[in-house]
């Protein structure tokens, strides 16, 4: 994996970069997309891997008695997967927003809509959105997935920062990549429903 730097007697990971990525984009525009497809398919399956292997580490301390046994493969349970879990988790978020914006790229470039109506779009409440039922929780509303078979809500809504997040199946995004996957419609017809 290219977030691991192993050391003489350590292994280190390597975050990803929270500079803009426009020098990127622009010197592998036509293969990004396939690239950032290859690496969250890669991440993904590593992150599986690892959170069977939490599973595996956790059933096994619990079986121990000895609580100094247990804080020490707790700490090393912590050290070794948990950490290399977080690291994944926002290489896969480098990628896919990476993939996101190569994507806009070359469509705004292709079709005529401007940075305003994207912007306008990702504005337009997610209550106006939403095929479905949304009930009120604290800040927040919950109601069915669309993408998924469920008979209790775990579709969430973050009305503060209009975005959603699904805890069933793991899909996550603003009202324009909520529109793209319900409608499948690709990223510029997506904004222009919601205009």
């Known amino acids: 994996m290219d977030y691991i730097i192993k050391g003489k007697s350590l292994t280190y990971f390597k975050s990803p970069p929270s500079t803009s990525n426009s020098e990127l984009i622009d010197t592998f525009q036509d293969g990004l997309g396939d690239i950032c497809r290859q690496k969250i398919l890669e991440l993904k399956t590593r992150y599986d891997t690892l959170n069977k292997l939490s599973n595996f580490h ?17 700490v090393r349970k912590a050290t070794m997967v948990d950490a290399e879990k977080s690291v994944v988790i926002f290489w896969i978020r480098y990628w896919t927003t990476l993939l996101r914006k190569a994507e806009k790229t070359y469509e705004i470039s292709s079709n005529s809509i401007t940075d305003r109506d994207i912007e306008e779009a990702s504005q337009k409440p997610f209550l106006d959105v939403f095929d479905g039922e949304l009930i009120p929780r604290g800040n927040r509303m919950v109601g069915l997935c669309s993408f998924h078979e469920e008979r209790t809500p775990s579709f969430t809504v973050f009305v503060d920062n209009n975005h959603a997040k699904c805890f069933g199946c793991d899909w996550t995004g603003d009202p324009i990549d909520y529109i793209q996957k319900h409608y499948d419609l690709s990223f510029v017809d997506a904004v222009r429903q919601l205009l």
């Open 58 to 74: 956790q059933e096994f301390i619990d079986l121990q008695d000895d609580e100094q046994d247990k804080y020490y493969l707790e």
